[in-house]
């Protein structure tokens, strides 16, 4: 039987930030990988293939995720990676594209903790700390958080199911914190003690893996960004044990060259697809 841990640093991370409940299971060619507290998470309920798609693989592919989840009724998604790091796609636009489903073209880059590196034009007047992940703890700290990533979610997702997604995930990631695997970590603004950007960083066996990073619309562009992620992977090798700090984003955002110039270098090229459910 095969590891149950990816070859890919993106991959394998993603499954470190997933609930504690989550499972992971080799089967013949694949890893079946399930959050049972919430199954609708589309990339927490997902197959992991060992090699990208080929021409006629989608209905195989499907087949499997049917076999595997079809016993939760709640799953209505298919989500599918597939594991190599240098950014073969094979048949993802022909076999799943132009089928409805979304690709996700993401680059991975790592940083080794002595690399890791203030940038010139930071941010100096925000405050960075990390939230306290106890039970009622924070309270309107973490609702802020929540409230940020609302108003920058993607304009197909509807206000309250993104709201309510984000409460489960940040209910699960809590969890991770409170296990002592990292933190979430926010900037505040200096009068108003507001949240103006926030990340986290869910540390597992000395990887660091970075979560959601965010700033608020009216902030961004003004060095917020990068004073919080410095602060935020210097406290986590410091406090939490990472000795390897990965961030994972879209091939095409914006931010890739900010975070290169923090010390990150892109060591991965990774790809998956996913299939929304129609909504209710």
Known sequence: MGSLVPRS???ATDLDTLPLDHTVQRREGYLAVRSPGN?????G???VLDDPPGAGDRACWEALFEQEFRD?????HRTFAWDRVDGVAGAAEEEFVAHGYRLDDSVGLVADPGKVRHHPRENREVEVHALDAAEGADAELWQQVIEMEVAGREPELTEEEYRTYLEARHADRRSLFRAGRGAWYVATDPGAGDV???CGIVVTAGRGRFQSVETAAPYRRRGICSRLVVEAARHAVETHGAVQLVIVADAA???LGL???LGFERREHVYGVSLW???R
Do not use: C, I, Q
């Not at 199954?39 to 990339?43: K, L």
């Not at 939760?72 to 209505?76: F, S």
């Open 9 to 11: 640093l993106v991959w």
């Open 39 to 43: 199954p609708e998470h589309y990339w």
């Open 45 to 47: 309920t997902l197959l």
């Open 72 to 76: 939760d009724p709640r799953v209505r």
């Open 196 to 198: 103006v950007a926030s």
């Open 253 to 255: 955002y914006h931010a």
């Open 259 to 261: 975070y290169e110039s």
């Open 277 to 279: 459910p129609d909504p």
